[in-house]
């Protein structure tokens, strides 16, 4: 096949799968050729046994750990709303790391404040900054440290920061839809 087919075929391809779908800022259209770059931002969701705060997050009172299927599941939950937790780590370049990092540092009026005025950070695909966040199912809990990329390994910037209550569900917003 040679590259004239290649690009015929992948016009093809790249057509059907715009039918119907509405386009996002993330995915770019090239309308010379029809081809659809998507890039995702980069969300793992983590596992919260192996992140680097779990030790902290473990000694809290209101975190139950339970071992599941022969102990290689960990159940990690809330305790006064019996919600699980979900571990999530984000990436950010350095310009937003940097805001990032008054963020987590910021108490929430002003962390409010800093959202309104500037919006959410944004993510990145590879980024000098990373934050860790567990945070409970129905948002009523949240554990966060930021951490830089530093001689090949992320370095905590941050102390772990612990958010209960309605505060939690406002942090949370400022970096999770």
């Not at 959410?120 to 554990?143: E, H, I, M, Q």
Request: charged share 25%; proline share 5%; glycine share 6%.
């Amino acid at each position: 096949m040679g590259p004239a087919q290649y690009v015929a075929q992948f016009k093809s391809s790249a057509d059907v799968g715009l039918k119907n779908k509405p386009l996002t800022k993330s995915a770019p259209l090239l309308a010379k050729n029809r081809i659809v770059l998507a890039r995702s931002k980069r969300k793992n969701m983590e596992n919260i046994c192996k992140m680097e705060m779990a030790s902290a997050l473990f000694e809290k009172e209101c975190i139950k750990v339970e071992k599941a299927f022969f102990g290689l599941k960990t159940n990690v939950t809330y305790t006064p709303t019996n919600s699980p937790l979900v571990g999530l780590c984000l990436d950010y370049d350095p310009t937003v790391g940097q805001k990032v990092k008054l963020l987590v540092g910021a108490p929430i009026c002003e962390m409010e404040k800093l959202v309104a005025k500037e919006g959410c950070p944004c993510t990145c695909d590879n980024g000098n900054f990373r934050l860790s966040l567990c945070y409970s199912k129905d948002r009523s809990f949240v554990a966060l440290q930021l951490a830089q990329y530093s001689n090949f390994v992320y370095k905590p910037v941050s102390e772990i920061r612990f958010i209960e209550g309605a505060e939690a569900c406002k942090a949370i917003a400022a970096f999770v839809k």
